[in-house]
Protein backbone atom coordinates (compact mmCIF):
# COMPACT_ATOMS: atom_id res chain seq x y z
CA UNK A 1 0.00 0.00 0.00
CA UNK A 2 1.52 3.50 -1.33
CA UNK A 3 2.07 5.78 2.25
CA UNK A 4 1.16 9.74 1.18
CA UNK A 5 3.05 10.88 3.72
CA UNK A 6 6.50 9.77 1.75
CA UNK A 7 5.27 12.40 -1.08
CA UNK A 8 4.77 15.80 1.39
CA UNK A 9 7.20 17.99 0.24
CA UNK A 10 9.68 20.59 2.50
CA UNK A 11 7.81 23.94 1.90
CA UNK A 12 9.56 27.17 2.63
CA UNK A 13 6.36 28.87 4.73
CA UNK A 14 6.41 32.64 4.12
CA UNK A 15 2.31 32.95 4.39
CA UNK A 16 0.60 34.01 7.22
CA UNK A 17 0.88 30.94 9.11
CA UNK A 18 2.37 28.46 9.55
CA UNK A 19 5.72 29.30 9.69
CA UNK A 20 8.86 27.18 9.06
CA UNK A 21 9.00 24.62 12.06
CA UNK A 22 12.74 23.73 13.48
CA UNK A 23 14.44 20.24 13.27
CA UNK A 24 14.73 20.72 17.06
CA UNK A 25 10.61 20.82 17.97
CA UNK A 26 10.16 17.94 15.10
CA UNK A 27 12.77 16.22 17.47
CA UNK A 28 10.14 16.89 20.83
CA UNK A 29 6.86 16.11 19.04
CA UNK A 30 8.64 12.54 18.15
CA UNK A 31 9.57 11.98 22.21
CA UNK A 32 7.88 8.96 23.47
CA UNK A 33 4.43 9.54 25.00
CA UNK A 34 3.87 9.94 28.68
CA UNK A 35 0.47 10.29 30.69
CA UNK A 36 -1.02 13.24 30.78
CA UNK A 37 -0.49 12.86 34.69
CA UNK A 38 2.90 11.51 34.63
CA UNK A 39 4.88 13.26 37.57
CA UNK A 40 7.50 13.94 34.10
CA UNK A 41 4.39 15.49 32.22
CA UNK A 42 3.45 17.84 35.29
CA UNK A 43 7.08 19.23 35.55
CA UNK A 44 6.86 20.33 31.78
CA UNK A 45 4.08 21.61 32.66
CA UNK A 46 4.51 24.00 34.96
CA UNK A 47 7.73 25.11 32.80
CA UNK A 48 5.47 25.72 29.64
CA UNK A 49 3.48 28.08 31.97
CA UNK A 50 6.89 29.88 33.16
CA UNK A 51 7.87 30.15 29.49
CA UNK A 52 4.23 31.24 28.39
CA UNK A 53 4.09 34.03 31.04
CA UNK A 54 7.78 35.21 29.98
CA UNK A 55 6.72 35.47 26.53
CA UNK A 56 3.34 37.40 27.18
CA UNK A 57 5.01 39.73 29.54
CA UNK A 58 2.64 38.99 32.85
CA UNK A 59 2.93 37.17 35.85
CA UNK A 60 -0.86 35.94 35.87
CA UNK A 61 -1.14 32.20 37.40
CA UNK A 62 -3.96 31.09 34.66
CA UNK A 63 -1.93 31.30 31.78
CA UNK A 64 -2.50 28.15 29.92
CA UNK A 65 -2.36 26.39 26.46
CA UNK A 66 -5.53 25.92 25.27
CA UNK A 67 -6.23 22.69 23.43
CA UNK A 68 -6.81 24.03 20.03
CA UNK A 69 -6.01 26.34 17.37
CA UNK A 70 -5.72 29.94 17.79
CA UNK A 71 -9.41 30.21 16.92
CA UNK A 72 -10.09 28.07 20.32
CA UNK A 73 -8.14 30.46 22.07
CA UNK A 74 -10.66 33.01 20.42
CA UNK A 75 -13.62 31.29 21.55
CA UNK A 76 -12.28 30.14 25.35
CA UNK A 77 -11.40 33.84 26.25
CA UNK A 78 -14.79 35.11 24.88
CA UNK A 79 -17.27 32.03 26.05
CA UNK A 80 -15.43 32.27 30.01
CA UNK A 81 -15.89 36.48 30.00
CA UNK A 82 -18.70 37.35 28.51
CA UNK A 83 -22.39 36.26 29.72
CA UNK A 84 -26.17 37.28 27.44
CA UNK A 85 -26.63 41.08 28.06
CA UNK A 86 -22.91 42.10 28.30
CA UNK A 87 -21.86 45.16 26.11
CA UNK A 88 -19.36 43.80 24.20
CA UNK A 89 -17.18 46.71 22.02
CA UNK A 90 -15.54 44.68 19.23
CA UNK A 91 -12.16 47.17 17.25
CA UNK A 92 -12.75 46.14 13.62
CA UNK A 93 -10.10 47.04 10.67
CA UNK A 94 -9.41 43.42 9.29
CA UNK A 95 -10.70 39.26 8.91
CA UNK A 96 -9.60 38.61 12.50
CA UNK A 97 -11.75 41.45 14.24
CA UNK A 98 -14.93 40.44 12.63
CA UNK A 99 -14.37 36.73 13.40
CA UNK A 100 -14.36 38.41 16.76
CA UNK A 101 -17.59 40.18 16.24
CA UNK A 102 -19.40 36.81 15.27
CA UNK A 103 -17.88 35.17 18.16
CA UNK A 104 -19.48 37.28 21.19
CA UNK A 105 -22.79 37.73 19.09
CA UNK A 106 -23.63 33.92 18.96
CA UNK A 107 -23.66 34.37 22.83
CA UNK A 108 -25.91 36.49 23.50
CA UNK A 109 -23.57 39.71 23.95
CA UNK A 110 -24.84 43.39 23.36
CA UNK A 111 -22.35 44.21 20.19
CA UNK A 112 -20.94 47.20 19.48
CA UNK A 113 -17.95 47.15 16.52
CA UNK A 114 -15.84 49.71 15.93
CA UNK A 115 -14.77 49.92 12.20
CA UNK A 116 -11.94 50.96 10.80
CA UNK A 117 -10.86 50.87 7.21
CA UNK A 118 -9.01 47.41 6.21
CA UNK A 119 -5.19 48.53 5.89
CA UNK A 120 -5.10 51.22 8.17
CA UNK A 121 -4.50 51.50 12.20
CA UNK A 122 -7.05 52.44 14.42
CA UNK A 123 -8.13 55.39 15.43
CA UNK A 124 -6.88 56.29 18.87
CA UNK A 125 -9.26 59.30 19.25
CA UNK A 126 -12.38 57.32 17.92
CA UNK A 127 -11.93 54.72 20.42
CA UNK A 128 -11.47 56.93 23.28
CA UNK A 129 -14.63 59.18 22.14
CA UNK A 130 -16.67 55.79 22.07
CA UNK A 131 -15.29 54.79 25.35
CA UNK A 132 -16.50 57.98 27.04
CA UNK A 133 -19.83 57.69 25.62
CA UNK A 134 -20.33 54.29 26.89
CA UNK A 135 -19.41 51.46 29.82
CA UNK A 136 -18.56 48.35 28.56
CA UNK A 137 -18.37 45.24 30.13
CA UNK A 138 -15.65 44.05 27.54
CA UNK A 139 -13.52 45.86 25.00
CA UNK A 140 -11.56 43.56 21.95
CA UNK A 141 -8.87 44.17 19.49
CA UNK A 142 -6.54 42.66 17.58
CA UNK A 143 -2.91 43.16 18.27
CA UNK A 144 -1.19 41.84 14.35
CA UNK A 145 -4.16 42.43 12.04
CA UNK A 146 -2.88 38.77 9.95
CA UNK A 147 -4.95 39.42 7.17
CA UNK A 148 -3.81 43.10 6.55
CA UNK A 149 -0.10 43.58 7.71
CA UNK A 150 -1.22 46.26 10.24
CA UNK A 151 0.17 46.57 14.40
CA UNK A 152 -2.65 48.40 16.02
CA UNK A 153 -1.33 50.44 19.47
CA UNK A 154 -2.69 47.98 22.11
CA UNK A 155 -0.75 49.54 24.74
CA UNK A 156 -2.37 52.85 24.63
CA UNK A 157 -6.06 51.57 23.53
CA UNK A 158 -5.20 49.64 26.94
CA UNK A 159 -5.35 52.95 29.18
CA UNK A 160 -8.77 54.10 27.77
CA UNK A 161 -10.61 50.64 28.44
CA UNK A 162 -8.45 50.64 31.45
CA UNK A 163 -9.92 54.06 32.39
CA UNK A 164 -13.74 52.48 30.92
CA UNK A 165 -13.22 50.09 33.74
CA UNK A 166 -14.09 47.78 31.24
CA UNK A 167 -12.03 44.36 30.23
CA UNK A 168 -9.64 44.36 27.82
CA UNK A 169 -9.10 41.36 25.03
CA UNK A 170 -6.55 41.35 22.96
CA UNK A 171 -5.87 38.92 19.94
CA UNK A 172 -1.79 38.08 19.90
CA UNK A 173 -1.88 35.11 17.60
CA UNK A 174 0.55 36.39 15.26
CA UNK A 175 2.51 38.64 17.38
CA UNK A 176 3.29 36.76 20.35
CA UNK A 177 7.43 35.61 20.26
CA UNK A 178 8.00 38.64 17.06
CA UNK A 179 7.59 41.64 19.09
CA UNK A 180 6.97 43.29 22.08
CA UNK A 181 4.14 42.12 24.12
CA UNK A 182 3.41 43.43 28.05
CA UNK A 183 0.49 42.39 29.02
CA UNK A 184 0.25 43.31 32.34
CA UNK A 185 1.85 46.97 31.78
CA UNK A 186 -0.85 47.60 29.12
CA UNK A 187 -3.45 46.76 31.15
CA UNK A 188 -4.64 43.40 28.92
CA UNK A 189 -6.97 41.16 31.19
CA UNK A 190 -7.23 38.34 28.87
CA UNK A 191 -5.25 37.48 25.36
CA UNK A 192 -5.11 34.67 23.22
CA UNK A 193 -2.29 33.10 20.74
CA UNK A 194 -1.16 30.11 18.51
CA UNK A 195 1.26 27.92 17.93
CA UNK A 196 2.07 28.16 14.48
CA UNK A 197 3.37 32.08 13.83
CA UNK A 198 5.93 33.12 15.53
CA UNK A 199 6.64 30.49 17.69
CA UNK A 200 7.13 27.75 15.07
CA UNK A 201 5.35 25.35 16.67
CA UNK A 202 2.86 22.94 14.31
CA UNK A 203 -0.72 24.28 14.97
CA UNK A 204 -2.85 22.76 17.20
CA UNK A 205 -2.45 24.63 20.76
CA UNK A 206 -3.39 28.04 21.87
CA UNK A 207 -2.01 29.81 24.83
CA UNK A 208 -4.16 32.42 26.75
CA UNK A 209 -3.54 34.43 29.80
CA UNK A 210 -6.46 35.50 32.41
CA UNK A 211 -5.34 39.01 35.00
CA UNK A 212 -7.29 38.49 38.35
CA UNK A 213 -9.82 41.16 36.96
CA UNK A 214 -10.90 38.29 34.43
CA UNK A 215 -10.21 35.60 36.87
CA UNK A 216 -12.85 37.14 38.92
CA UNK A 217 -15.34 37.53 36.11
CA UNK A 218 -14.99 34.02 35.70
CA UNK A 219 -15.40 32.82 39.30
CA UNK A 220 -18.44 35.34 39.48
CA UNK A 221 -20.49 34.23 36.36
CA UNK A 222 -24.14 33.88 36.71
CA UNK A 223 -24.47 31.37 34.65
CA UNK A 224 -22.07 28.09 33.57
CA UNK A 225 -19.58 28.77 31.37
CA UNK A 226 -21.45 27.46 27.56
CA UNK A 227 -18.62 25.56 26.62
CA UNK A 228 -17.61 22.70 28.66
CA UNK A 229 -14.48 21.78 26.79
CA UNK A 230 -13.39 25.67 26.91
CA UNK A 231 -14.33 25.95 30.36
CA UNK A 232 -11.29 27.96 32.08
CA UNK A 233 -12.59 27.47 35.58
CA UNK A 234 -12.11 23.29 35.36
CA UNK A 235 -9.18 23.38 32.82
CA UNK A 236 -7.36 25.34 35.59
CA UNK A 237 -7.38 22.72 37.89
CA UNK A 238 -5.31 20.31 35.70
CA UNK A 239 -2.99 23.08 34.92
CA UNK A 240 -2.18 24.34 38.55
CA UNK A 241 -2.17 22.60 42.33
CA UNK A 242 -0.46 20.29 43.60
CA UNK A 243 -3.35 17.87 43.27
CA UNK A 244 -4.20 17.94 39.64
CA UNK A 245 -7.60 17.14 38.52
CA UNK A 246 -8.46 15.52 35.18
CA UNK A 247 -10.36 17.57 32.78
CA UNK A 248 -9.25 16.09 29.26
CA UNK A 249 -6.77 14.17 27.73
CA UNK A 250 -3.82 17.04 26.88
CA UNK A 251 -2.28 16.38 23.92
CA UNK A 252 1.11 15.22 25.50
CA UNK A 253 3.35 15.43 22.28
CA UNK A 254 2.14 18.55 21.31
CA UNK A 255 2.78 20.33 24.81
CA UNK A 256 6.12 18.69 23.79
CA UNK A 257 6.57 20.99 21.05
CA UNK A 258 5.26 23.92 22.34
CA UNK A 259 7.98 23.56 25.56
CA UNK A 260 10.74 23.12 22.67
CA UNK A 261 9.88 25.98 20.60
CA UNK A 262 9.53 28.36 23.97
CA UNK A 263 12.85 27.24 24.73
CA UNK A 264 14.72 28.14 21.65
CA UNK A 265 12.79 31.69 22.12
CA UNK A 266 14.14 32.09 25.75
CA UNK A 267 17.58 30.80 24.92
CA UNK A 268 18.05 32.64 21.78
CA UNK A 269 17.08 35.69 23.87
CA UNK A 270 13.22 37.17 23.52
CA UNK A 271 14.94 40.41 22.33
CA UNK A 272 17.01 39.22 20.44
CA UNK A 273 14.66 37.05 18.31
CA UNK A 274 12.36 40.63 18.19
CA UNK A 275 15.32 42.51 17.14
CA UNK A 276 15.38 39.82 14.28
CA UNK A 277 11.95 39.90 12.95
CA UNK A 278 12.34 43.68 13.02
CA UNK A 279 15.68 43.54 10.86
CA UNK A 280 14.34 40.80 8.27
CA UNK A 281 10.93 43.11 7.92
CA UNK A 282 13.34 45.97 7.15
CA UNK A 283 15.39 43.72 4.82
CA UNK A 284 12.28 42.57 3.12
CA UNK A 285 11.11 45.90 2.56
CA UNK A 286 14.21 46.58 1.27
CA UNK A 287 14.66 43.96 -1.26
CA UNK A 288 11.10 43.77 -2.47
CA UNK A 289 11.11 47.65 -3.28
CA UNK A 290 14.36 46.94 -5.53
CA UNK A 291 12.44 44.69 -7.54
CA UNK A 292 9.18 47.78 -7.75
CA UNK A 293 7.29 46.18 -5.53
CA UNK A 294 5.37 48.55 -2.90
CA UNK A 295 3.67 47.73 0.65
CA UNK A 296 0.57 48.03 1.27
CA UNK A 297 0.91 49.27 4.78
CA UNK A 298 1.65 52.98 6.01
CA UNK A 299 5.47 52.23 6.96
CA UNK A 300 5.08 52.82 10.73
CA UNK A 301 1.74 50.53 10.93
CA UNK A 302 3.59 48.00 9.91
CA UNK A 303 4.07 44.75 11.34
CA UNK A 304 7.49 43.05 11.27
CA UNK A 305 6.08 39.40 10.81
CA UNK A 306 3.85 40.16 8.37
CA UNK A 307 4.46 41.63 5.36
CA UNK A 308 1.30 42.74 3.00
CA UNK A 309 3.17 43.42 -0.57
CA UNK A 310 0.56 45.33 -3.34
CA UNK A 311 -0.07 42.71 -6.28
CA UNK A 312 1.68 44.86 -9.64
CA UNK A 313 -0.89 45.90 -12.50
CA UNK A 314 -0.48 42.83 -15.20
CA UNK A 315 0.43 39.98 -12.35
CA UNK A 316 -1.77 37.61 -11.92
CA UNK A 317 -2.21 36.45 -8.06
CA UNK A 318 -3.16 32.76 -8.13
CA UNK A 319 -0.75 32.12 -11.08
CA UNK A 320 2.21 34.01 -9.22
CA UNK A 321 1.82 31.84 -5.68
CA UNK A 322 1.12 28.69 -7.85
CA UNK A 323 4.65 28.89 -9.52
CA UNK A 324 6.28 30.08 -6.24
CA UNK A 325 4.66 26.78 -4.75
CA UNK A 326 5.05 24.37 -7.92
CA UNK A 327 8.44 25.69 -9.01
CA UNK A 328 10.14 27.09 -6.31
CA UNK A 329 8.72 25.13 -3.10
CA UNK A 330 7.78 28.52 -1.51
CA UNK A 331 4.38 29.45 -0.23
CA UNK A 332 2.76 33.06 0.36
CA UNK A 333 -1.00 33.85 1.10
CA UNK A 334 -3.21 35.59 -0.91
CA UNK A 335 -5.18 38.87 0.39
CA UNK A 336 -8.92 37.82 2.37
CA UNK A 337 -12.12 39.50 1.73
CA UNK A 338 -12.08 43.27 0.10
CA UNK A 339 -7.65 42.79 -0.42
CA UNK A 340 -8.60 38.87 -2.04
CA UNK A 341 -6.65 39.61 -5.86
CA UNK A 342 -5.10 42.99 -4.23
CA UNK A 343 -2.14 41.95 -2.14
CA UNK A 344 0.45 39.10 -1.62
CA UNK A 345 0.93 38.38 2.08
CA UNK A 346 4.42 37.45 2.91
CA UNK A 347 4.99 36.09 6.92
CA UNK A 348 8.29 36.14 8.70
CA UNK A 349 7.66 34.42 11.84
CA UNK A 350 10.02 32.30 14.02
CA UNK A 351 12.53 29.98 12.02
CA UNK A 352 11.18 31.51 8.89
CA UNK A 353 12.56 35.47 9.78
CA UNK A 354 15.87 34.74 8.24
CA UNK A 355 17.96 36.20 5.36
CA UNK A 356 18.00 32.60 3.69
CA UNK A 357 14.31 33.14 3.37
CA UNK A 358 14.40 36.29 1.82
CA UNK A 359 17.28 36.01 -0.25
CA UNK A 360 15.21 32.51 -1.68
CA UNK A 361 11.72 34.26 -2.09
CA UNK A 362 13.42 37.34 -4.24
CA UNK A 363 15.59 34.48 -6.28
CA UNK A 364 12.09 33.16 -7.10
CA UNK A 365 10.37 36.53 -7.66
CA UNK A 366 12.89 37.47 -10.13
CA UNK A 367 12.12 34.71 -12.13
CA UNK A 368 8.47 34.74 -12.25
CA UNK A 369 7.13 38.55 -12.35
CA UNK A 370 6.92 40.07 -15.63
Known sequence: MDNQLHRIPEILLMGPGPSCVS??????????????????????????????????????ELTVPISGT????????????????????IIINGVFGTRMED??????AEVHSLNFEWGTV???DVVREKLNETKFDLVAVVHAETSTGVCNPVKEIGQFVQENGSLYLVDCVTSMG????????????????????????????APVSFSDRALEKLMNRKSKVPNWYLDLSMITKYWSGKSRVYHHTAPINMLYGLYQACFNIIDEGLEKVIQRHSEMHQMLASELGNLGLELFVKENDRLPMLNSVIIPDGENDAKVRSKLLNEFQIEIGGGLGPLAGRIWRIGLMGETAKKESIQKLMDAFRKILN
Open 23 to 60: ASVYNALAKPTLGHLDPTFITLMDDIKKFLKKLMGTKN
Open 178 to 205: GMELKMDDWHIDALYSGTQKCLSCPPGL
Open 70 to 89: GSAGMEACFVNLIEPGDKVL
Open 103 to 108: VASRLG
Open 122 to 124: VDL
